[in-house]
């Protein structure tokens, strides 16, 4: 099972929030999850995103991979002591 770390789109129509959740690569955006992971919330002028950073660095042991958008919350929360490089993308042959 190929397992990713990505936005779960939650709120109102034309007022989005999202949670940071791990989920099968091959489910839906909404579909079933594996573990929730915190928050992100763009419209917040504050704190717009809040995770468990501990549970976080557990499922980057395990083999998950962050989305891109992901990446980039979790290099703002400070996730990461050194730099780490997302998956390279496919190239076509």
Request: hydrophobic content about 40%; proline content about 5%; aromatic content about 6%.
């Amino acid at each position: 099972m190929a397992l990713k770390i990505r936005l779960r789109r939650v709120g109102r129509k034309n007022q989005p929030a999202y949670r940071i959740v791990v989920a099968d690569s091959r489910k839906a955006r909404d579909g079933s999850i594996v573990a929730m992971l915190g928050h992100y919330q763009p419209r917040n002028k504050g704190q717009q995103f809040d995770m468990d950073v501990e549970a976080v660095r557990e499922w980057l042991a395990k083999g998950a991979t962050p989305s891109e958008t992901v990446l980039s919350l979790l290099k703002k929360a400070g996730c990461f002591a050194t730099p780490v490089h997302a998956a390279p993308a496919a190239t076509e042959a």
